[in-house]
């Protein structure tokens, strides 16, 4: 039997992992509702609450089906959407997905049809996002007695600490979009995204402080994701990076 990244059974894993999530969503809601109802909240309260929280769900469900697109056409739709669906981001999920690729000499232009290759992507996309679960929990306590310390002896420095740490993160990612450019104008084709989507960010934090667009805050990440991935496709042609 051949392998396909679209098969029935991955599909069956796939619904089985959305259900059980969609499931836990709507214990936690019944609770919540009860206890809402426990505080004496009013019925017109929660009922407004729960619409409220469900539109600003849309922007992260805008990332995630951009992820999902993304990710489809080398690993179909199954595992991108366990992914995607669960704990991951496009942050990190491609970033992972390529790296465990690359160690093959494969790429993810292309479907992967090796079944030994789609399961290092999905180990490695899966086992490089635990520590994300376990690792909190355990050190987060300490973690945050730590930076406490530091504002209480310097809140200057401390905020230069968190500066230094979200630069740090940002910078991984940086050596990913830089990676290829000595290939030659496809190489930067990351670069010019990456700069779109920037510039979609700044304008979206302009209009937020000079227009007061508070709604706005939800939105910008998924606008300037959606914007760059518009942006891509249409570029990518002129690029010659696809035929």
């Known amino acids: 039997m051949d392998f396909s990244v679209n098969s029935t059974f991955l599909y069956g894993i796939a619904i089985c992992v959305i259900i059980f999530v969609l499931a836990q969503?709507?214990?936690?809601?019944?609770?919540?509702?009860?206890?809402g109802k426990q505080l004496g909240m009013s019925t017109q309260k929660l009922r407004k609450t729960i619409i409220s929280t469900s539109i600003f769900t849309i922007?992260?469900?805008?990332?995630?089906?951009?992820?999902?697109i993304a990710l489809s056409k080398a690993l179909g739709i199954?595992?991108?959407?366990?992914?995607?669906?669960?704990?991951?981001?496009?942050?990190?999920?491609?970033?992972a997905a390529e790296a465990a690729v690359k160690a093959f000499g494969n790429t993810l232009a292309d479907i992967i049809t090796d079944p030994e290759v789609y399961a290092a992507i999905a180990w490695v996309m899966t086992l490089g996002i635990m520590p994300s679960i376990i690792l909190p929990p355990i050190l987060?306590?300490?973690?945050?007695?730590?930076?406490?310390?530091?504002?209480?002896?310097?809140?200057?420095?401390?905020?230069?600490?968190?500066?230094?740490?979200?630069?740090g993160m940002i910078s991984a990612f940086l050596g990913v979009v830089f990676a290829d450019i000595r290939e030659g104008i496809e190489g930067w084709l990351p670069v010019f995204v990456l700069m779109v989507s920037a510039i979609t960010m700044a304008v979206c934090g302009i209009l937020i402080k000079k227009f007061k667009w508070?709604?706005?805050?939800?939105?910008?990440?998924s606008f300037s994701i959606l914007v760059a991935l518009v942006f891509a496709v249409l570029i990518a042609p002129i690029l010659g990076t696809v035929q």
């Open 25 to 35: 969503s709507v214990f936690f809601l019944v609770r919540a509702y009860r206890r």
């Open 59 to 68: 922007a992260p469900a805008i990332s995630i089906l951009v992820g999902l």
């Open 78 to 95: 199954p595992l991108p959407w366990i992914r995607m669906s669960v704990i991951g981001a496009i942050t990190y999920e491609m970033p």
């Open 140 to 167: 987060m306590k300490r973690i945050n007695g730590g930076m406490l310390k530091i504002r209480q002896k310097d809140e200057r420095w401390g905020d230069i600490f968190m500066t230094s740490l979200f630069l």
């Open 214 to 221: 508070k709604w706005l805050e939800t939105y910008a990440m």
